[in-house]
């Protein structure tokens, strides 16, 4: 049984940085993907990074240059360090990991962070808030 548990969540300043912690247990797949995504209140929930077991990191666009998605080992711990933190970046933010099927490395391949729908396992969610 695959189980996440996402930390590092708090509330900091205009500007100030925070690191988030997702650890992994129970991950039996060779190759997988984790990816973070965030979700504001009665928002959709939306893409931020991913990291596959192959190396290959994306981003999307409003935290390009802020945010860093890194692993020693994605199917153990996958860290993202977010920094110049604004008042949109708050939210709940989730780890989402999954087999790196043929589909999901297509969206990698593309450039693009697989979807929420791409991925059965996810963590419970840790809180960022940032104050104007």
């Known amino acids: 049984q695959v189980k996440m548990v996402e930390s590092g969540g708090g509330s900091v300043q205009t500007g100030g940085s925070l690191q988030l912690a997702c650890r992994i247990s129970g991950m039996t797949y060779a190759s997988v993907c984790v990816t973070w995504f965030r979700q504001r209140f009665g928002e959709e929930r939306e893409r931020v990074a991913s990291i596959g077991t192959t190396g290959t990191t994306l981003y999307a666009d409003p935290v390009k240059g802020r945010f860093t998605v890194s692993a020693d080992n994605p199917k153990v711990a996958v860290y993202l360090q977010m920094s110049n933190l604004m008042p949109e970046d708050s939210g709940t933010y989730y780890c989402?990991?999954?087999?790196?099927?043929?589909?999901?490395?297509?969206?990698?391949?593309?450039?693009?962070?697989?979807?929420?729908?791409?991925?059965?396992?996810w963590g419970q969610g840790t809180q960022v808030s940032v104050a104007s």
């Open positions: 989402a990991t999954d087999r790196l099927t043929i589909g999901m490395n297509r969206h990698l391949e593309l450039g693009q962070i697989p979807p929420a729908t791409a991925f059965e396992f």
